[in-house]
């Protein structure tokens, strides 16, 4: 079987929740990690489109994060990120939605960052929505370990990837970036610690797994 390979920039959430679900399923892949916005020749090459994560299989190649999942599921082993059931396969494409809608808040100081222009009421309506939306994963953990049940799938981390910045104890600890700029901005409030404890259980599934060589 050929090697996975992944066109990556580490830190971002998009990236992430395809780390994670390699890691979840087991399968080992190499990384090509991009350096910025400005170094996406390799990218541009392999997929004609400039947004990572893009995934090589051989003479295959996938773009867009979720279809990453769907193309790693459909055609690998190791635990399911999807279902089989349409009922659970709406709700996984809810949580997905629910995921873009964490990014916009995300997007809002991180802009800043990469523009270098500080919006403190920008960030101040960032952290507002950080009290309020997280609410319905609060309430979707309340009975159980994981989003859909006593597995994470691809609803977790399609969603924990852009919560895990707003739950790093010591923002100073990150590598200089955009996201150790969010971290020492925006934290998720002690009024959700079954959403915060579930952030760092998917984010322990980076830590370990198969080789990111
Ligand atoms: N829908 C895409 C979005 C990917 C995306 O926005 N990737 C960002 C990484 S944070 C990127 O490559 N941005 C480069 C750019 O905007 O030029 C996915 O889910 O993979």
Same mark, same amino acid.
């Given at each position: ?23 979840y399923?087991?399968?080992?892949? *190499?990384?090509?990690?991009?350096? &910025?916005?400005?170094? /996406?020749?390799?990218?541009? +090459? !392999?997929?004609? $489109? ?23 599921d ?5 635990p399911k990120l999807f279902s089989?059931?349409?009922?659970c396969?709406?709700?996984i494409?809810?949580w997905? *939605?629910?995921?873009?809608?964490? &990014?916009?808040?995300? /997007?809002?100081?991180?802009? +800043? !960052?990469?523009? $270098? ?29 994981y989003l859909m049940g006593?597995q994470p799938n691809a609803a977790d981390f ?5 919560? *895990? ?49």
């Open positions: 079987m050929t090697t996975l390979h992944l066109l990556t920039l580490p830190p971002s959430p998009f990236n992430t929740k395809v780390r994670l679900a390699l890691k399923k087991g399968l080992s892949f *190499r990384s090509t990690e991009v350096q &910025g916005f400005d170094d /996406r020749e390799e990218v541009i +090459q !392999a997929s004609g $489109q400039p947004l990572t994560p893009v995934l090589v299989d051989g003479d295959k190649v996938v773009y867009d994060s979720f279809g990453i999942m769907r193309y790693l459909a055609n690998f082993p190791g089989d059931n349409r009922e396969q709406q709700k494409q809810e997905e *939605r629910f995921g873009f809608e964490l &990014g916009g808040i995300l /997007r809002l100081v991180a802009t +800043q !960052a990469f523009s $270098q222009e500080i919006d403190d009421a920008a960030t101040a309506k960032a952290q507002a929505m950080l009290d309020q939306v997280p609410q319905v994963l609060e309430e979707a953990l309340a009975e159980q370990p006593e399609s969603t924990a990837s852009f919560l *895990r910045y707003t739950t790093v104890e010591d923002p100073a600890a990150l590598a200089e970036g955009p996201m150790r700029f969010v971290a020492e901005r925006l934290s998720l409030g002690s009024q959700f610690p079954k959403t915060r404890a579930w952030v760092q259980r998917i984010m322990e599934i980076d830590l370990v797994g198969a080789s990111s060589i």
